[in-house]
Each structure stands twice: as structure tokens, then as C-alpha cells.
């Protein structure tokens, strides 16, 4: 394996995100969990900035960073101060949950990535560098072959914003 | 360039935790964090295989782009029945209400 | 720069169109004019299902792929598109006098239901991963909303949340599935997946078997397989009765299209892996679900795991994979929604406010209470034991023989055997309604719009044991369809 300031920032910022996670999934307090998350989204963004998809990456960054997290923050603490709920949480099944875990883990990591990392006519060596403009692209294919996904994710979209109203209402009558 | 597999890695680690939270975790804000570690997980592996594939498609990040937005829309819905569940009956740990009550 | 979307495009997508046209219109009615949308948006979402219907009619028997593959319209999606919309018409009927009675609001309820209603069309027609998985969640999160739509009542909410869970959590790992997939194969339409699965030496490779295993398992939540059925009774008991009649019949029936499209068409070559799969899932199947219900008291759990138990004999025609399986998916499904959406709604009529009186002893005496709804609830039992002279026992023949067919006599034992146990159960209701007399005998007011549904559901029933050949014809289209 070469050292290349690639391979330094992608197991930097791999490291960071794995770590993240962990702390997601264990930490009692369920405020820092939800402040990890946000540096897993992170790390996942830059991921993607070291696959040549930038424009996922600022997708990331703006979805889930900026809306999702905070969203989560913001149930958080409107329960909390609501509500007086605990902000601390209890797991159960630890040692299930952790050995599940773990074998679906080394499942992947030993059947797939060696399935992946023999290398085959249909896997390149190298991330592939995009011809053209990557926004240009995503916005041609986003009207040309993905037009109905386009429209349909845009419905979805609807059916969120109609029914989170209708369920957080506050009923006047 | 790191080669394809660091990616599955990252991806199959982030997968696990992910799956470790949903059978760990009682509350249910922090299994719906779980729930976001897996799509993540998938995610990452779209991109990279949209990467990695020959004959360069752009079909995986097209397709990760619609996994954003469907967790933002998931996101919503799912801390809008947490806080209506909160308001009427004051707890949102899922053992709490049963979750894998036959 | 214009968006190119050709004739065949539209084609494709009117049924669908009609139906997301009527939920705008219903839904910004309840904007503007509170009053009049409680008073007619019930009647405009029929006329749209009822238009939805006629649309499929003019689709009859013509093939058409439309947005460069990802829907294709063929005898087999058309019919089990009619067997939402008929799911969608019956329980709108249910609904309008439960959300009058429970006091809850009436338009976003259509408009929330004919969105799901779209997404299950969606879903039946797709013919690509990624359009499986944005139907799919198109119909499930407008399902969440409604599975808690009775927001004061915390079994309700408490059914909605763990409708959510577990859903997104299955969404999660099918998309983890369709990723793998994608590595594999580098493609995620189904042709291409078909085209690339004929590839030498493709089949053993453990990512594309592991991809397409996550995938059944997203897909088996949805129609509430064994092991993934954990969350169908409670989310079926708390449900809002009309919402758990559409979602039981309508949501399986796009869901086993997307799997039956998934299995038999674009993972054909891989038969001999996950046949053995669907075997022992279908013989668990209809094993669990039968046998715990016999243990119900409470009739609406009781049909929840009936429809569990029905699963599995759908599961049965899919394992069979041939001609006469394919073709009585489609049978199945028609007759399982007019079976199950009447039996669900005469609980929906028999329960009181609040969800209350859905115990098996609410049931006693029906019929000097009532003596129409105990006959029709009478002939849903029958229907859904599989007992002549209903649809029930036409489509389970069809299904025997699909088994038969297919030399899949082991899995036909399971089916007949749980058969048998199931007319225990269901026959008891009937027994219940029919042999103890009650002390003080008090009607049960039974809304117009229910009977309605009622009527439709027992003509329909006997209808299709009766003239089984009227279907025929449509079912035997089914087979020539491509992909």
C-alpha cells in the first residue's frame, strides 16, 4: 500500500466516522449521540469528496447535516423541555445486538470486499474522474432517464410535509 | 487512491453500528439515529461502486441523491409521531410500547 | 429545454395520474373550505378511484414501457392494480362514517390515502430497484401517518411508531440490498439485472446472493412474512379499522407484485437459490400465522394473523414460479380483497368509539342482532377458510394446482394441512355468531356506505366462485406478458 496524501485523508476520515458512529449507537446521553451523528454525516461527506462526487457531498453536508440533525436536535430538546423527558436512555440486548453485529460485519468484510479487492474486469483501480461537468450531468440525468423518480421523490416530499402536520398539529377545538 | 474495499469497510462498519443501535437502543429517537447510520452505509457504498464500476454510470450517486431525500422525508415523519406520542402519553421508549410484542 | 416524455410515457402513468390529481384537488379543498371537504371529499376521491378503474380497463391487454424502462403496464400489473384500486374504493366507503364517528378530520385522511394509493400503482409497474424502493417508500410513509391518524388514542400513535421503525428499518436494508446489487452487477433495472445475470459464473458470486437476500427481506416486511411479521398485530390492531382493511389487502398486493417482478422475472436465473428460500418462508408462514390465531380472542388480531397466514399462501404461488403461479397471483389477490376488506368491514361497523368491542364475544349472537351482517361475516369466514361456494376456495385451488404443477408437494401438505387448521378458527367466529342466542338482543347500526361496501364485497365474493371463467381470460394474459 502506497502512502499518499489520499490514503492518509481517506483512513483519517474514515477513522473519524467509524468512531462517530460507535459513539452514536453507545453513549447514554442521548443529546451527544445525536451531536456524534453529525460528525459521522461529515465523515461520510468527505467520503464522497475522495470518490470524485462532490456534488453528493455538498448534498450531504446540506440534507443531512444542516436538516436532519437538526431536526433531531430539535426533538430532542422540544421533548426534554416539554415534556421533562429523560435525555439519558438505557439499551437492552447488548450482547445480541454486539454479536449480531459483528458477525454481519466480518460476513461483509470477508465474503464481499475479498470478492471486491481480487479486482475484476468489472472493477477499476482508480475512482473514475468524471468527463464532463458532474452537476451538468446530474441535472441531464435528472430530467432524461430519472425523470419519474425526480417527480416521484418530489411527492414523497408531499406526503412528509401533509403528514408530519397532521400528526404535530395542536387540536384547537 | 484508496481502493474500492476501504469504502466497503467503512460502509459494513457503519452498517453493523447500525444494526447493533436498532436492537441496543430503547428510545426511539435514537433508533431512527440508527435507522440514518444504515442508509448511510448503503449510500456510501452507491458512491463508491458508482466510482469504481467500468463504464462510469452516475447511476449510484443518482440513486443516493434519492436515499437523501427520502431520509429527510423519513426524518420528518418519524420525530413528528415522536413528539405527538410524547404529548399524549409521555414516553417514547419502544420497549415501553411493546415493539416486539408477539 | 423541454422535458421529453413521450406518448408511451403518459400511457403509463394515467391511472396514476388521475388518482394524484383527484388527492390534489381533495387535499386543497381541505385547505380552503374546511366544511364542504368534511362533506365531499369521500365522493370525489371514489369518483377518482372509480376513474383510476375505468383507466386500467382502457389498459387492458396492451403492453407498454414507458420512462426509458423503469414502469411497464402488462396483463399482470393491470390486474393487481385493480385489486388495489377495488381495496382503495372499499375502504374509502369504510372510512367515511368510522372518521365521523371517531370524530377525526376528513381531507388530509383522503389525500394521505389516495398518495399511498399512488404509490402502491407505482410499485406494482416498476421495473426498476430504484423505482421499487421510492414507491415503496411513497406508500409506506403516507401508511405511517395513517396507521396514527387517531391522534388521541396512544394504541394508535403507539401502532404508527412501530410501523415506522420497523418500516425504515427494512428500507434501510434493502437499500444496503439494492446497493450490493448494483456493485455486482452495475446496473439496477430489472431487464438489464435479468440480462446480466445470464453472465457465466455471475451466480455464485456471495455479493449479488447477499444483495438480492437484503432485498427479499425488505420486501418480506411489507407483506408481513415469517420471521418479519413482528410488527403486523400490533400495527393492525391499532390502526384505525378502515386504514388496517386498505393497508392489509392493498399494500400486500403491490408489494407480492414488486416481489413476484423481482423473483420471477429478473432473478429468474437464480431460481434454484432463492426457491428454496421462499419454500421454508412460505411453509413458516402459513404455519405461524395459522396456528397463533387460533390463540386470538381479540378479532382483530385474529385477522391480522390470518393475513399473515394468507401471505403464505400467496408465497406458495411464487415458489411455483410457473404459468398456472404466476397466473393465480393475480386471482389471489383479487379475491383476498374482497374477502378480507369485507370481514374487516363488518368489525369496523361491530366495534363502537374508541376502538372498543373487538373482542370474539362482541360476536355473539349476531345474527338475532343483525342477521345480514352475521350471514355476509358468516361468508367471509368461509371465503378466507377457503370453504365452497366462495372465492376463497377458487383461488386456493388454483393455488393447489400452481403446486402441484410446480412438484412442490411438500409445501402443498403444509398449505393443505394449515388449511384444515384454519377453519377452526374462522368457523368459530361463525359458530359464535350463529349458535348462542344473547340474553337481550339490541341492533347494530350499520351506516349506509358500509352496507354498500358489505354488498359489493359478498357479491364479489360469491361472484368469482361462481363464474371463476369471467377472470380467466384476464389470467391467462398474465403469462404472456414481458418483463
Known sequence: MEITGYNVAFIAIAAMTVTSAIFVVTLPNILRSALFLMFTFIGVAGLYVLANAEILAAMQLLIYVGAITVLILFAIVLTQQLMGARITQTSRNIVLGGVAAIAVFAFIATTFVSHFSKGSDMIAAQPAVPTSDPLLMIAKMLIQPYVLPFELASFILLVAMVGAIVIAKEDKD | MPPLSWYLYVSAALFALGLFGMMTRRNSIAMLMSIELMLNAANINLVAFSAYLRGHTMVGQMFALFVIALAAAEAAIGLAIVINIYRTVKHIDADEINLMKW | ?483
Open chain 3, 1 to 483: 429545454m423541454t422535458i421529453p416524455v413521450s406518448a408511451a410515457d403518459w400511457i403509463v402513468i394515467n391511472t396514476e395520474l388521475i388518482l394524484v390529481g383527484t388527492a390534489m384537488i381533495v387535499l386543497l379543498l381541505d385547505a380552503f373550505n374546511r366544511r364542504i371537504s368534511d362533506r365531499i371529499s369521500p365522493w370525489i376521491t371514489l369518483v377518482g378511484v372509480v376513474g383510476g378503474l375505468v383507466s386500467l380497463g382502457f389498459l387492458w391487454g396492451q403492453e407498454y414501457t414507458g420512462f426509458a424502462g423503469m414502469l411497464v403496464i402488462d396483463s399482470f400489473s393491470v390486474l393487481v392494480k385493480m385489486a388495489i384500486l377495488f381495496g382503495t374504493g372499499l375502504a374509502v366507503l369504510l372510512s367515511v362514517d368510522y372518521l365521523r364517528r371517531e370524530e377525526l378530520a376528513q381531507g388530509e385522511y383522503y389525500g394521505l390515502l389516495l398518495l399511498s394509493t399512488v404509490g402502491m400503482l407505482l410499485l406494482t409497474s416498476s421495473a426498476n430497484l430504484i423505482m421499487i424502493f421510492l414507491s415503496l417508500e411513497m406508500l409506506s410513509i403516507a401508511l405511517y401517518v395513517l396507521t396514527g391518524y387517531a391522534r388521541m388514542r396512544p394504541r394508535s400513535q403507539e401502532a404508527g411508531m412501530k410501523y415506522f421503525l420497523l418500516g425504515s428499518f427494512s428500507a434501510a436494508i434493502l437499500v444496503y440490498g439494492v446497493a450490493l446489487i448494483y456493485g455486482a452487477l452495475g446496473t439496477v433495472d430489472l431487464a438489464g439485472v435479468a440480462e446480466a445475470l445470464t453472465a457465466p459464473g455471475i451466480l455464485s458470486n456471495p455479493v449479488l446472493l447477499a444483495g438480492a437476500g437484503l432485498v427479499l427481506v425488505g420486501l418480506g416486511f411489507k407483506v408481513a412474512a415469517v420471521p418479519f411479521q413482528m410488527w403486523t398485530p400490533d400495527v393492525y390492531e391499532g390502526a384505525p379499522s378502515p386504514v388496517t382493511a386498505f393497508m392489509s389487502v392493498s399494500t400486500k398486493a403491490a408489494a407480492f407484485a414488486a416481489l413476484t417482478r423481482v423473483l420471477v422475472f429478473a432473478f429468474s436465473d437464480l431460481s434454484g437459490v432463492w426457491m428454496a428460500v421462499i419454500w421454508a418462508i412460505a411453509a413458516l408462514t402459513m404455519i405461524f400465522g395459522n396456528l397463533v390465531a387460533i390463540a386470538q380472542n381479540n378479532i382483530k388480531r385474529m385477522l391480522a394473523y390470518s393475513s399473515i397466514a394468507h401471505a403464505g399462501y400467496i408465497l406458495v404461488a411464487v415458489a411455483s414460479a410457473n404459468q398456472l403461479g404466476i397466473q393465480s397471483i393475480p386471482f389471489y389477490l383479487i379475491a383476498y380483497t374482497f374477502m378480507n376488506i369485507g370481514a374487516w368491514a363488518v368489525v369496523t361497523v361491530i366495534t363502537r368509539k374508541g376502538e372498543e368491542g373487538v373482542g370474539l364475544s362482541d360476536y355473539t349472537g349476531l345474527f338475532w342482532r343483525n342477521p345480514l351482517l352475521a350471514v355476509s361475516m358468516g361468508l367471509f369466514m368461509f371465503s378466507l377458510a377457503g370453504i365452497p361456494p366462495t372465492a376463497g376456495f377458487t383461488a386456493k385451488i388454483y393455488l393447489f394446482m400452481a403446486a402441484v404443477n410446480a412438484n412442490l408437494i411438500g409445501l402443498l401438505i403444509v398449505a393443505v394441512v394449515t388449511t384444515i387448521i384454519s377453519a377452526y378458527f374462522y368457523l368459530r367466529v361463525t359458530v359464535i355468531m350463529f349458535m348462542h342466542r344473547p340474553s337481550e338482543v339490541s341492533a347494530v347500526h350499520v351506516p349506509i356506505a358500509a352496507y354498500v361496501a358489505i354488498i359489493i364485497a359478498v357479491v364479489a365474493t360469491l361472484w368469482l366462485f361462481l363464474f371463476p371463467n369471467s377472470t380467466q381470460a384476464f389470467t391467462e394474459a398474465v403469462w404472456r406478458m414481458g418483463l
